[in-house]
């Protein structure tokens, strides 16, 4: 029979303090294999070392408690590992967001932004398939994937082909107060019929001061900086949803550093082009 160890032997044992382990017998990770009925002391026995030495590595790579006690009482192997994969992939994602925010800040601490040129684009009024609604700053991205997959599994299934790059409508009120209107929308060649939030919307005319960034959208505020610089400096500036359009983006390639995005801004045209112009709607 395993020797038994106060909770004080218990803690210098596994170097878990004594607050610590009362919290894990809380909620249910760790309890001890005894606790006295008159004097409410904890006992621990020293086959229960290793358990808290697996807590202390899990909680070292930031699991959360409910995740490591979906861990300790996993049925079977396979399950187990399946658990830990998870957590590890998790891991491994917000390791690579942090390294890309590190050579980001190293890239813009090092000198002016390497943007394109502005250049200035006329676009005709296009039809488009699209889905809107009104969302926080801090939904957008999954909501941009959400509504982008939801456009093209729609027109793969109607058997329709955009006429060119996913766009999207966003209103001043999503950066000034982290919510508004936004529009992802993908050119058609006829009217698509409504499906789910799939909707038929006709993108309208517009004249535009635009930008190319390179890369992954991580960055892009970079040009949106450089393009409302020249916009101030340059053109008489709308008011008007930015525009993004995606020419070369997920759909098209995991490899982020081969996304191109034009970053649009509405303006009202002098008759000069201060760039390249063009009538496409891309």
Request: a negative charge.
């Amino acid at each position: 029979m395993p020797a038994a160890l106060t909770i004080g032997d218990f803690s210098r044992a596994t170097q878990l303090s004594v607050k610590t382990l009362r919290h894990y017998h809380r909620v249910g990770l760790l309890a001890p294999a005894d606790v006295d009925a008159d004097t409410g002391y904890r006992w621990y026995t020293t086959d229960q070392i290793q358990t808290a030495q697996v807590i202390r590595r899990f909680r070292d790579l930031d699991m959360p408690l409910v995740q490591i006690h979906a861990v300790l009482a996993a049925p079977d192997l396979p399950t187990r590992n399946e658990l830990i994969a998870t957590h590890m992939a998790s891991l491994e994602q917000s390791l690579a967001r942090t390294q890309s925010a590190v050579a980001s800040l190293r890239d813009l601490l090092a000198g002016p932004s390497a943007v394109g040129p502005v250049g200035q684009r006329t676009v005709g009024a296009v039809m488009t398939a699209a889905v809107t609604a009104v969302i926080t700053m801090a939904d957008l991205v999954p909501w941009y994937l959400g509504a982008l997959g939801e456009l093209h599994a729609t027109l793969d299934a109607r058997g329709m082909r955009p006429t060119g790059p996913a766009g999207g409508l966003y209103a001043g009120e999503l950066f000034a107060d982290e919510r508004g209107e936004a529009t992802v929308f993908v050119p058609t060649a006829t009217e698509v019929p409504r499906l789910g939030r799939v909707e038929p919307a006709v993108v309208p005319a517009a004249e535009l001061a635009v930008i190319e960034h390179r890369g992954s959208l991580a960055d892009v505020d970079r040009a949106y900086g450089a393009l409302a610089a020249h916009v101030a400096n340059h053109e008489l500036r709308l008011d008007g949803p930015i525009r993004e359009y995606y020419v070369v983006g997920r759909q098209d390639t995991a490899d982020e550093k081969a996304w191109r995005t034009d970053v649009c801004w509405p303006v009202f045209s002098t008759g000069v082009a201060n760039g390249t112009a063009t009538s496409s709607g891309s």
